[in-house]
């Protein structure tokens, strides 16, 4: 990120050196939730980095990004069932209640309420744009609705879309996205646990999207009985070390599949976004069929 000073492009490290400040607790980069008319800037810094070192990039990042309302450091890992982190405030708002925009999609969410990465949007498209007409769609672990809404707007003929989700929070968000991007009928939204409420629709489904990369494997078994018996597609997503990206995505799959007497084809396989130094969140492409190629 730049900052205009001195009639010259300095970038933020730049810019808090001339102002004597220690450069090596300032982030390379941060992610921005919301839209020109109000956003709030997510930072994350070493445990050491001195206070009044993480205001003055605060102070740095709204000046510059004028449509930045509020600025908020991670203060610890995502954990519970909702995958949600503690944040410090370091400037702006109390509320950050923001409607952030994606390729045409509207969501309306607090990053302190419910999970969301903003970084996630082109691997939405990519999935959303594999949608056919017709089809019938399960989104699990589906937030406050961002791949439920980019398959509905990319795809105004699908069938339907059941996205479940188990934190509240994100759910009523969801509910007012469906109105917000008119996809009433199209959209199916549901509050409750996977687990539970997933055998409504089994062999109904015609593709199925897991984007928990923390743990989607323990659902494999309800994402798998949720393909129609003539087939159909699973993305499936995990944790795994630039090492060896998918060998045991390969094996937990084709184990579910020994367990449902099906086989499955892979399509594709990518990583999505870098977790950690060295650990990637990945997604495979997965073709579910009852009978052996």
Same mark, same amino acid.
């Given at each position: 990120m730049n900052v205009k000073g001195g009639g010259q492009e300095l970038s933020l490290r730049e810019?808090?050196?001339v102002l004597g400040e220690d450069v090596r607790y300032v982030p390379s980069s941060f992610e921005i939730i919301g839209s020109r008319g109000k956003a709030v800037a997510?930072? %994350?810094?070493?445990?050491?980095?001195?206070e009044h070192v993480k205001m003055k990039v605060a102070e740095a990042v709204m000046k510059v990004n004028k449509n930045v309302k509020t600025v908020l450091a991670k203060s610890s890992e995502r954990k519970g069932a909702f995958r949600l982190r503690e944040y410090e405030l370091l400037a702006g708002e109390e509320n950050t209640e923001v409607i952030h925009v994606e390729h045409g999609v509207r969501l309306k969410l607090d990053p302190r309420k419910v999970y969301f990465s903003s970084r996630e949007a082109t691997e939405r498209v990519r999935v959303a744009s594999q949608v056919k007409p017709g089809e019938f769609v399960m989104v699990m672990f589906a937030g406050v609705g961002p791949y439920?809404?980019?398959i509905a707007k990319k795809q105004p003929?699908? %069938?339907?879309?059941?996205?479940?989700e188990l934190n509240p929070d994100a759910y009523n968000y969801m509910v007012e996205n469906i109105l917000l991007n008119k996809v009433e009928g199209k959209v199916l939204p549901v509050l409750g646990d996977v687990k539970a409420v997933a055998r409504n629709w089994y062999s109904m489904c015609d593709r199925v999207v897991m984007p928990l990369p923390k743990g989607a494997h323990m659902f494999l078994n309800e994402a798998f009985n949720c393909i129609r018996p003539e087939g159909g597609i699973i993305h499936f997503y995990h944790w795994a070390s630039e090492y060896d990206l998918y060998s045991e995505a390969y094996l937990l799959l084709e184990r579910e599949a020994y367990l449902k007497n099906r086989s499955v084809k892979i399509v594709d396989a990518r990583i999505v976004s870098e977790y950690a130094p060295?650990?990637?969140k990945i997604c495979v492409d997965v073709f579910i069929k009852s009978s052996h190629f």
């Amino acid at each position: 990120m730049n900052v205009k000073g001195g009639g010259q492009e300095l970038s933020l490290r730049e810019r808090l050196r001339v102002l004597g400040e220690d450069v090596r607790y300032v982030p390379s980069s941060f992610e921005i939730i919301g839209s020109r008319g109000k956003a709030v800037a997510i930072l %994350e810094f070493p445990e050491e980095a001195p206070e009044h070192v993480k205001m003055k990039v605060a102070e740095a990042v709204m000046k510059v990004n004028k449509n930045v309302k509020t600025v908020l450091a991670k203060s610890s890992e995502r954990k519970g069932a909702f995958r949600l982190r503690e944040y410090e405030l370091l400037a702006g708002e109390e509320n950050t209640e923001v409607i952030h925009v994606e390729h045409g999609v509207r969501l309306k969410l607090d990053p302190r309420k419910v999970y969301f990465s903003s970084r996630e949007a082109t691997e939405r498209v990519r999935v959303a744009s594999q949608v056919k007409p017709g089809e019938f769609v399960m989104v699990m672990f589906a937030g406050v609705g961002p791949y439920a809404l980019m398959i509905a707007k990319k795809q105004p003929l699908v %069938e339907k879309v059941v996205a479940i989700e188990l934190n509240p929070d994100a759910y009523n968000y969801m509910v007012e996205n469906i109105l917000l991007n008119k996809v009433e009928g199209k959209v199916l939204p549901v509050l409750g646990d996977v687990k539970a409420v997933a055998r409504n629709w089994y062999s109904m489904c015609d593709r199925v999207v897991m984007p928990l990369p923390k743990g989607a494997h323990m659902f494999l078994n309800e994402a798998f009985n949720c393909i129609r018996p003539e087939g159909g597609i699973i993305h499936f997503y995990h944790w795994a070390s630039e090492y060896d990206l998918y060998s045991e995505a390969y094996l937990l799959l084709e184990r579910e599949a020994y367990l449902k007497n099906r086989s499955v084809k892979i399509v594709d396989a990518r990583i999505v976004s870098e977790y950690a130094p060295r650990i990637y969140k990945i997604c495979v492409d997965v073709f579910i069929k009852s009978s052996h190629f």
